[in-house]
């Protein structure tokens, strides 16, 4: 059975940091695209950054905040967020994507919550 479980979420003050969590289980985790998406109440869930085994993009919300890292021994990947904003509220998504010939894995987390509040 396929699991993401996120943690690592919270309350944090505007400037703070957090790092989150997620951990996978039955798949192949090494060969899988990780990202960390997010979504905001009333908007749509949006890209916060992706690993795979050869490379590490960003996009625009975080770029240069964060930071997504992997270990493959452990089955985890990570979000580490810095200098955070009351914008960056948001449930939190792991994501493990990869795709064949055949069909194209996609798998989600639960979300975890985090907000970015004094």
């Known amino acids: 059975q396929v699991q993401l479980v996120e943690s690592g979420g919270g309350l944090v003050q505007p400037g703070g940091s957090l790092r989150l969590s997620c951990a996978a289980s039955?798949?192949?985790?090494?060969?899988?695209?990780l990202s960390w998406y997010r979504q905001a109440p009333g908007k749509e869930r949006e890209l916060v950054a992706t690993i795979t085994s050869g490379s590490i993009s960003y996009a625009d919300p975080m770029k240069g905040r964060c930071t997504i890292s992997r270990d493959n021994a452990k089955n985890t990947v990570y979000l580490q967020m810095n200098s955070l904003r009351p914008e960056d509220t948001a449930v939190y998504y792991c994501?493990?994507?990869?795709?064949?010939?055949?069909?194209?894995?996609?798998?989600w987390g639960q979300g975890t919550q985090v907000t970015v509040s004094s």
């Open positions: 994501n493990a994507r990869k795709s064949d010939y055949w069909r194209v894995y996609n798998y």
């Open positions: 039955g798949f192949t985790f090494s060969s899988y695209a």
